[in-house]
């Protein structure tokens, strides 16, 4: 049985409970705000890691706007360079042999870069189509339509688009907010295709091959957790593209912060030398895509069983796939909980909002407000507090 919520959000969700014979009182609650994927879950990992991972920058180091002039991305660090493609390697998931590398101020700003790069110069008077399939990261239409940009246009879900001309589909895989592994569904000779990799990582799927693609974007932010250095970059097959990526970021922000490509070649060195068991930092670091399929699997399992025979929510179920990483068949376990809400209840964000949980809703995704969207790479606390409140949920119901 369900209960159909009020879209009143003044109404009080417990009372509604409450007023269908469910446990009277619930005590109040902090808000629990999961609306972002802010990776702080390997933050443990890295403090445990103290000096080892610990970069020093003298005052009169890094202060060219330069770095690789001979370079199609001349503002790349070379060691950054070395150390991306020893990490793909490492971990088999894409390609780098014969790609140019160009780094940006997180994916995003490469996101840009690579519709810049796909649509200049403009061959047509109409801008030039941009879909991604439904539910699709909701950052996409935003960055798309931000500045009514005449080169390019959001045209939401590649499954249901049918006008004809160029178009770029975006494939996120595995895909934020769903966890899904993509590919292309529009099939037409005018599209070109911008591969999303944010989370093909192994702690959080499977890695089935390596993926070698034309355009491919990576993140560090979602690969070991350090968000907050704005380190993103793209493989990219063709050079022509990869020198309009480099222009695009050169007229945006002339180049990158390269303290924090600095950090992030130390950070993927560490991580490399642990996978391979070399070097000075091996034995504290271990295997770190170990250390956090653990963290997410164990994650996952506490989520599945707060949900279980739940009335209200439930989630996907994934297959499970070989990783070449691993030499396992592993679970599918993405960043972000995709909560389905049951018959009764039209819109999911409303009716976690009811128990101080704010995810994001379907809508944002192009998807159905049944849907919602929470984090779970938020910290220890956040996510325990996620599981308290989703058995708060099903206590309820069940009047314990
Ligand atoms: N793509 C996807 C699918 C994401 O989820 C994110 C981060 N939320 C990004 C790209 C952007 O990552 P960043 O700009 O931090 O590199």
Known sequence: MGCTMSSDPSVDKRSLFSANGA????????????TTGDPRVFEPFWRKMGDACKVVIGGGDLMSYFSDVGNVCWFLEPELGDAIRRLHRVVGNAVTEDRHIVVGTGSTQLFQAALYALTTPAAAVEPVSVVSSAP?????????????????KWEGDACTFNKDGPYIEVVNSPNNPDGTLR??????????VIYDFAYYWPQYTAITSAADHDIMLFTFSKCTGHAGSRIGWALVKDKDIAKKMTQYITITSIGVSKESQFRAAKIMKVICDGCQNVGSTAAKSGNFFEYARVIMSKRWQKLREALQHSEYLSLFKYPRERCLFTGELNERLPAFAWLECKEGIKDCEEFLRGFDVVGRGGKAFGADPKFVRVSLLCGDEDFNGIIERLLEIKGIRNGN
């Open 23 to 34: 446990r009277a009182s619930v005590s109040p609650n902090s808000v629990l705000a999961l």
């Open 136 to 152: 699709y990261y909701s950052s996409y239409p935003e960055v798309v339509d931000c500045l009514r940009s005449s080169l390019y």
């Open 183 to 192: 590919e292309t569904v529009v099939k037409r000779g005018q599209g070109k």
